[in-house]
T-cell receptor, first 114, second 112 residues
């Protein structure tokens, strides 16, 4: 079964703690993405990586960090510097389908800061 | 220039009716316009997409209409069903970057 897995599904964190969200794909996709989703604001890009050992900041990278040591894995760390981390986090990867690139999404992780 | 503006924010349609969601963009370099469907607690899934070389694309009950000169595109859902109740996002990208710019989403509710 090919796809993107994210874990955990729900995550609770105390203020001041760092937390890492997992994203794994077995689609053999080169590019991977992290988005944050808040009600009424759509999806906002946090970080993306187009190749192993390389990644770029998206529109709202402050307070977040990533690594891309393996093609299939792109973990996101939400640091204590992120002032408002409660949100739904989505990981995605890009593959090629027909005449355009389709971005596939994982099921998401809902992070709540207590 | 990087924004994609989506409207309406929410939409209520009766079963069997037509649902229409609109998006507008500024960046003329965009050349890929997908629509994503998202059910509560799930990740978005690609519904249908279009390139600017055609003005319309239809897949089953879902149609994208594209107006290049007006820099607008819209999603039409014919014969709307309660199972279509979800949040819909339009997006746009320039192939050279592969970064999708998303609209703010439309919450569609279809009542029987």
């Amino acid at each position: 079964d090919g796809g993107i897995t994210q874990s955990p599904k729900y995550l609770f964190r105390k203020e001041g703690q760092n937390v890492t969200l997992s994203c794994e794909q077995n689609l053999n996709h080169d590019a991977m993405y992290w988005y944050r989703q808040d009600p009424g604001q759509g999806l906002r890009l946090i970080y993306y990586s187009q190749i192993v050992n390389d990644f770029q900041k998206g529109d709202i990278a402050e307070g977040y960090s990533v690594s891309r040591e393996k093609k299939e894995s792109f973990p996101l760390t939400v640091t204590s510097a992120q002032k408002n981390p409660t949100a739904f986090y989505l990981c995605a990867s890009i593959g090629t389908s027909a005449s355009y690139n389709e971005q596939f999404f994982g099921p998401g992780t809902r992070l709540t800061v207590l | 220039q990087q924004q994609v503006k989506q409207s309406p924010q929410s939409l209520i349609v009766q079963k069997g009716g037509i649902s229409i969601i609109n998006c507008a963009y500024e960046n003329t370099a965009f050349d890929y316009f997908p629509w994503y469907q998202q059910f509560p607690g799930k990740g978005p899934a690609l519904l249908i997409a279009i390139r600017p070389d055609v003005s319309e694309k239809k897949e089953g009950r879902f149609t994208i209409s594209f107006n290049k000169s007006a820099k607008q595109f819209s999603l039409h859902i014919m014969d709307s069903q309660p199972g279509d109740s979800a949040t819909y996002f339009c997006a746009a990208s320039n192939d050279s970057t592969d970064k999708l710019i998303f609209g703010t989403g439309t919450r569609l509710q279809v009542f029987p």
